[in-house]
């Protein structure tokens, strides 16, 4: 995986739980609302007592399914970025200890050049090619990964 995809998945990674809460949110909601729609019912009021408009009862039953369809999609993401979570953070730990320090405080904490060189006992540009070789070891352990490099998501970012 060239280092730019790479690069991409890791800013990705950096904010997969903000990702996360806004999609358990998103699904609260869409199910409030998918739950109260249960309880309408449309029936000419403010006097009728029946179902008597077609039309209504097929707006129900529609606004229904988009969001019963919804709630399985946000429920399918939410799965698959908890899984993408867990991967990239078993393929960044999988590095070499420099490696893994690197692309973890520069990357993931967005440390700066100086603090990462000064944590690692490097010069600036030592660190520097050493995140390039890092970026190069972790392509090749996403590219091995069939859950990370065959995600839809992931597929969308890179």
């Known amino acids: 995986m060239e280092n730019r995809k790479v690069e991409a998945v890791l800013k990705f990674y950096r904010d997969i739980d903000l990702d996360i809460r ?30 008597s408009d077609q039309t209504a009862g097929f707006a129900v039953v529609i606004a229904g399914t988009e969001t019963s369809a919804r709630i399985k999609t946000l429920e399918r993401e939410i799965n698959e970025l908890e899984i993408l979570k867990t991967e990239i953070l078993t393929e960044i730990l999988s590095l070499p200890p420099v490696h893994k320090n690197v692309i973890y405080y520069f990357y993931i904490k967005n440390r700066k050049w100086e603090w990462i060189s000064e944590h690692i006992n490097y010069s600036v540009r ?8 890092a970026l190069e070891n972790l392509g090749r352990k996403i590219e091995k990964n069939k859950i990370i490099s065959e995600s839809w998501i992931i597929k969308k970012i890179t």
């Open 22 to 51: 806004l999609d358990y949110k998103l699904l609260a909601e869409t199910k409030g609302i998918y739950n109260t729609l249960e309880g309408v019912v449309y029936d000419g009021l403010p006097r009728g007592s029946s179902l």
């Open 126 to 133: 030592q660190s520097q090619n050493i995140r390039r070789a």
